[in-house]
């Protein structure tokens, strides 16, 4: 209660004052909230003691402390890769006069139509190489747009094994374009020695997300109890950057992987940084990442051309037809075995 003068009365003796607070915390400490003030006092004193305690311990951790691999606290994994497309046609891999003929007798999917066009970098050893299929993306005629599509394989150099596929769907790109009236971009991903399909397709998204969005499904075991369970992944482009960064997502927001583009690199880079070891060791999750990094340097032709079909079949100019090869992958797999 104040009176006319903004005095309050003081509840301990009756007198009244100007500033109450600073009238009890002198005069009457002991009486207002005497546990409160004690409790509060010895939390403080245990923290001050513990923080004196452990500056204590840095002291001499820092003094004793020989060597730092051992006394730091462990750092966070990192692999990086690299996805190096070549300037030109005068690179290692084609030098020599039967050296595309070795490539294609020690293995049969490895095409005379392959243009090799860069290699993969990993652990500072360039041990792959990879191109595309010139039938399919190079000089096709207006008449057969459906038909170019960009399809991607991955080798080792010495032994020419196969280690992954990467295809455009045009037909899926295109219906599924229209449906949402954006330019939705689909592939599929071959793995060896993996039973499944890899769906890899771009997400419609809406503000305020800038960016892009692709996603697929993996199955794979957690590498502990190996137990077999499926896992949805996402590559989230990050649009403030200079040239084509994205993040390679478990979930929604768990990070194992990043794609930085070298803008300024005149052949086209790729470094590929993965931050989770178990999932760096999983030779499938680390393929796809590679095969979609690839790609990501033919992704703006592969749009404009989705564009252009839209436009050309709105104004009836065109009627869709596919290629063989993708009509092959969108056959049903049960009637196939009948």
Same mark, same amino acid.
């Given at each position: 209660?104040?009176?006319?003068?903004?005095?309050?009365?003081?509840?301990?003796?009756?007198?009244?004052?100007?500033?109450?607070?600073?009238?009890?915390?002198?005069?009457?400490?002991?009486?207002?909230?005497?546990?409160?003030?004690?409790?509060?006092?010895?939390?403080?004193?245990?923290?001050?003691?513990?923080?004196?305690?452990?500056?204590?311990?840095?002291?001499?951790?820092?003094?004793?402390?020989?060597?730092?691999?051992?006394?730091?606290?462990?750092?966070?994994?990192?692999?990086?890769?690299?996805?190096?497309?070549?300037?030109?046609?005068?690179?290692?891999?084609?030098?020599?006069?039967?050296?595309?003929?070795?490539?294609?007798?020690?293995?049969?999917?490895?095409?005379?139509?392959?243009?090799?066009?860069?290699?993969?970098?990993?652990?500072?050893?360039?041990?792959?190489?990879?191109?595309?299929?010139?039938?399919?993306?190079?000089?096709?005629?207006?008449?057969?747009?459906?038909?170019?599509?960009?399809?991607?394989?991955?080798?080792?150099?010495?032994?020419?094994?196969?280690?992954?596929?990467?295809?455009?769907?045009?037909?899926?790109?295109?219906?599924?374009?229209?449906?949402?009236?954006?330019?939705?971009?689909?592939?599929?991903?071959?793995?060896?020695?993996?039973?499944?399909? @890899?769906? =890899?397709? #771009?997400?419609?998204?809406?503000?305020?997300? !800038?960016? &892009? *969005?692709? +996603?697929?499904?993996?199955?794979?075991?957690?590498?502990?109890?190996?137990?077999?369970?499926?896992?949805?992944?996402?590559?989230?482009?990050?649009?403030?950057?200079?040239?084509?960064?994205?993040?390679?997502?478990?979930?929604?927001?768990?990070?194992?992987?990043?794609?930085?583009?070298?803008?300024?690199?005149?052949?086209?880079?790729?470094?590929?940084?993965?931050?989770?070891?178990?999932?760096?060791?999983?030779?499938?999750?680390?393929?796809?990442?590679?095969?979609?990094?690839?790609?990501?340097?033919?992704?703006?032709?592969?749009?404009?051309?989705? @564009?252009? =079909?839209? #436009?050309?079949?709105?104004?009836?100019?065109? !009627?869709? &037809? *596919?290629? +063989?090869?993708?009509?092959?992958?969108?056959?049903?797999?049960?009637?196939?075995?009948?």
């Amino acid at each position: 209660m104040s009176d006319k003068n903004g005095k309050t009365q003081c509840p301990h003796c009756g007198k009244w004052y100007k500033n109450l607070n600073a009238h009890i915390t002198r005069v009457h400490k002991k009486e207002s909230s005497k546990g409160i003030d004690e409790l509060e006092n010895d939390i403080a004193d245990k923290f001050i003691s513990l923080n004196k305690e452990t500056t204590k311990q840095d002291k001499k951790t820092t003094k004793v402390s020989k060597n730092p691999k051992k006394e730091h606290p462990k750092e966070r994994f990192e692999k990086k890769c690299v996805v190096d497309f070549w300037l030109t046609d005068l690179h290692n891999a084609e030098i020599g006069i039967y050296q595309r003929e070795r490539f294609m007798a020690k293995n049969r999917l490895f095409s005379r139509n392959l243009e090799l066009v860069g290699k993969v970098i990993e652990g500072g050893k360039a041990d792959s190489i990879f191109g595309y299929n010139s039938a399919t993306w190079d000089d096709i005629p207006e008449k057969d747009i459906g038909k170019k599509r960009l399809i991607i394989k991955w080798f080792n150099e010495e032994s020419v094994a196969f280690l992954g596929s990467i295809e455009e769907m045009v037909a899926e790109s295109i219906t599924n374009s229209t449906g949402s009236d954006d330019t939705i971009a689909c592939f599929r991903i071959v793995l060896p020695r993996y039973k499944y399909v @890899i769906n =890899i397709m #771009k997400n419609h998204t809406r503000l305020p997300k !800038i960016g &892009e *969005i692709f +996603s697929f499904c993996l199955l794979r075991d957690d590498g502990k109890t190996k137990e077999k369970k499926w896992e949805i992944f996402t590559f989230d482009e990050k649009r403030i950057t200079i040239g084509s960064d994205w993040e390679i997502l478990l979930g929604d927001d768990r990070i194992l992987a990043k794609i930085d583009e070298k803008k300024l690199n005149i052949g086209g880079k790729f470094n590929v940084f993965f931050y989770d070891e178990e999932y760096y060791k999983d030779v499938n999750f680390f393929r796809i990442v590679m095969l979609f990094t690839m790609m990501l340097k033919f992704k703006e032709e592969i749009f404009r051309q989705i @564009i252009h =079909i839209r #436009k050309v079949m709105k104004n009836e100019q065109y !009627i869709l &037809e *596919i290629s +063989s090869d993708e009509e092959k992958m969108m056959m049903n797999p049960r009637a196939l075995r009948r």
